[in-house]
């Protein structure tokens, strides 16, 4: 038994070399220190802001200078103290998002692939329905019927990812399933779940890991967008899709107020892209089947 | 004589695999519709407590919230109320918009237009160049050109849609240059197609999402073409590179390519929300956002349904045209 299956030593630690394998490849440190970068922002902001966030300080769109680095925003409040301090929600509820994503469509997906018959068709179908919608649609769907409360937010954007995951995760655990290790443990009467906690799932960290690069990237595109919108924290409090769109009015007289923002959403987004990426390559390998994979995932959004 | 016709009909749909499966697709589709509108109806009776009061909010006097709860049909059991949206929607009988109201019809129709025309022309812009930059790409495959493109439409890939909007807006409207306006009002009872400047920038905007995409996704499905067996034996042959990619790749590759431009237009349904909202652009996406901040349900709805019902028939449409375009596909399994 200890020698058919990997050493738990080995198992714990594939995550581990492969987050160490994508760091040290170009594209992921690149993505890394672009991401690191944003986080640190957001990260110091939580802690310190040279100013009240929320206090009147300023005339309203006030130029930058010396003094006031990045100026004012429309109504006049420090921008540098709302930027630091309008980005750790956002790497919250993201996270939170993602992490309730995959792992509800991963235990999805591998559920179906594992049982089969007609659990899977259940399961799928049910997901078929949940695809029809875009990942905004849904979530405004939702926080439009109850309110946008942030929790609300979080179980939305996560939901959205629910069936894509699931798809791509099925696909995988369906090979799994069917490979004689697992067929020897059945044959032993070891019950399903343990199964697919105990086999199946340990040989799922690879494109477990690549999953929860990806989501993290379309969680965070989902998050400030509604924020942009107005479904996200609520005014007077800073968040960088808030303050995108609050200060579009003034882009003519201070546009850092607007530009700053958005830059850290798209480096915050780039960095966990390139990163993912980075990651898909270290646990799949050549150019050509990354790219493929890639053409999976997206394929997985439409037809049967 | 009825046996036989049975018997007769059966061989006809074996021999004609495609229209089997057409029926199959459709058929499927049009279930997927029904469970989503069920999806839609479900999550509007999410709203806790009293919907009209929840609607009209706490200063609002009892009779407007009796008023509103006979309107929206509070009274009778869930099954009835659903009934009653779902037998609405094919003959455009949608109800009154709670924000205004106006039939919700009358509201969304010059909206579902200008949206179309956004489409349409963004997605159709951003499939050519895409498609042509990604093929481009893959005969290159490895090249310096290829390298840095690649990392480009990574990069560009991940920045959300209002982020590319907002700097769209800086750079032709309002910092930088002053070429286009940033801002797309029409005048009431006109549609976008009479106003076509006011369509530069948002389909700009949406161009630039979608050449990334379109580009990784042709690149994928080209390099997978150039490597395949018979495309080496046709080189082996020695048959010219041109004719190889034209007779052997190019026909093998239009099923994937078909599959792309279905997928880019699924991808527009999600990323009109936010560019329209950007500019102000009367569609329904910035349609969906207004409802949505005036808790407008039927609007929501019916907004959420249409997305929904576009979603199942380009999927439709793009896997019957994949299937009739790919002889391999059209032997039934």
Redesign the interface.
């Known amino acids: 038994m200890t020698a058919a299956t990997p050493s738990k030593q080995l198992r714990r630690h594939e995550w581990l070399t492969l987050l160490q394998r994508a760091a040290v490849s170009r594209r992921g440190t690149v993505g890394l220190s672009l991401a690191g970068f944003v986080v640190l922002v957001a990260v110091v902001g939580a802690i310190w802001t040279p100013d009240s966030p929320t206090a009147f300080l300023y005339e309203p769109l006030q130029k930058p200078s010396v003094q006031v680095l990045l100026g004012g925003d429309y109504l006049g409040r420090d921008v540098l103290s709302r930027v630091l301090a309008g980005g750790w929600v956002l790497l919250v509820m993201a996270v939170a998002a993602t992490v309730i994503g995959v792992s509800l469509g991963a235990f999805q997906g591998i559920e179906a692939a594992y049982l089969g018959g007609r659990t899977d068709t259940m399961i799928m179908r049910g997901m078929d329905v949940f695809l029809a919608f875009p990942a905004i649609v849904l979530a405004l769907l939702i926080v439009g019927t109850v309110g946008p409360k942030l929790w609300l937010i979080v179980l939305a954007v996560g939901l959205g990812h629910v069936p894509q995951v699931a798809r791509v995760m099925r696909a995988t655990a369906l090979d799994i399933a069917e490979r004689d290790y697992v067929k020897a443990v059945e044959l032993q009467g070891v019950k399903p779940t343990r199964i697919i906690t105990g086999e199946i799932l340990p040989n799922l960290v690879s494109p477990l890991m690549v999953e929860l690069g990806l989501r993290l990237t379309y969680s965070i595109v989902v998050i400030a967008g509604l924020s942009f919108l107005g479904f996200g924290q609520q005014p007077p409090a800073p968040s960088w899709g808030n303050m995108i769109s609050e200060n579009r009015i003034g882009l003519q007289t201070n546009p850092w107020a607007v530009v700053v923002p958005a830059a850290l959403i798209a480096l915050l987004a780039i960095g966990t892209n390139l990163f993912a990426d980075a990651v898909a390559r270290a646990a799949i390998g050549a150019d050509r089947e990354v790219e493929q994979a890639f053409v999976r995932t997206e394929a997985a959004k439409a037809s049967q | 004589m009825i046996a036989r016709a049975g018997t007769r009909r059966r061989a006809y749909v074996r021999a004609h695999p495609i229209a089997s499966l057409v029926a199959g697709?459709t058929g499927?589709g049009i279930i997927?519709?029904l469970?989503?509108s069920l999806?839609?109806f479900a999550?509007?009776q999410?709203?806790?407590g009293n919907a009209a009061r929840a609607i009209l909010g706490f200063s609002a006097t009892p009779q407007r919230i009796h008023a509103l709860e006979l309107e929206l049909g509070l009274y009778r059991g869930w099954w009835s109320q659903y009934w009653g949206w779902l037998s609405g929607l094919p003959v455009g009988r949608l109800g009154t918009s709670l924000a205004n109201s106006e039939p919700v019809w009358r509201l969304v129709e010059p909206r579902l237009l200008n949206s179309a025309v956004l489409v349409v022309v963004s997605g159709l812009t951003g499939c050519v160049l895409g498609i042509a930059l990604g093929a481009v790409a893959a005969l290159r495959h490895g090249s310096l050109l290829d390298n840095s493109m690649t990392?480009g439409a990574?990069?560009v890939?991940?920045?959300?849609?209002?982020?590319v909007a907002?700097?769209v807006?800086?750079l032709f409207s309002?910092?930088v240059f002053h070429l286009f306006p940033g801002v797309s009002l029409l005048t009431p009872g006109e549609n976008i197609l009479q106003a076509p400047r006011l369509l530069v920038l948002p389909a700009l905007s949406l161009v630039i999402v979608t050449i990334p995409y379109v580009y990784?996704?042709t690149?994928?499905?080209t390099?997978?073409a150039l490597?395949s067996p018979y495309v080496e034996m046709a080189r082996l042959k020695g048959v010219p590179r041109w004719r190889v990619l034209v007779q052997h790749a190019l026909p093998n590759a239009l099923p994937?390519t078909i599959?792309v431009v279905?997928?880019t237009f699924?991808?527009l349904?999600?990323g009109i929300?936010?560019v329209e909202?950007v500019f102000d652009f009367p569609g329904i996406g910035q349609g969906?956002?207004n409802?949505?901040?005036d808790?407008d349900?039927p609007v929501?709805q019916f907004i959420?349904i249409a997305?929904?019902a576009f979603?199942?028939v380009?999927?439709i449409t793009?896997?019957v045209l994949a299937l009739l375009c790919s002889p391999r596909r059209r032997i039934p399994a």
Request: proline residues 5%; aromatic residues 4%.
């Open positions: 697709r499927q997927t519709l469970l989503v999806v839609v999550a509007t999410l709203l806790p990392v990574l990069a890939l991940a920045v959300p849609e209002f982020v907002i700097g807006v800086i309002t910092v990784r996704m690149r994928a499905a390099l997978e490597e994937p599959q279905g997928l699924l991808r349904a999600g929300v936010l909202e969906l956002v409802a949505v901040t808790r349900i929501i959420v997305l929904a979603y199942v380009v999927n793009t896997d």
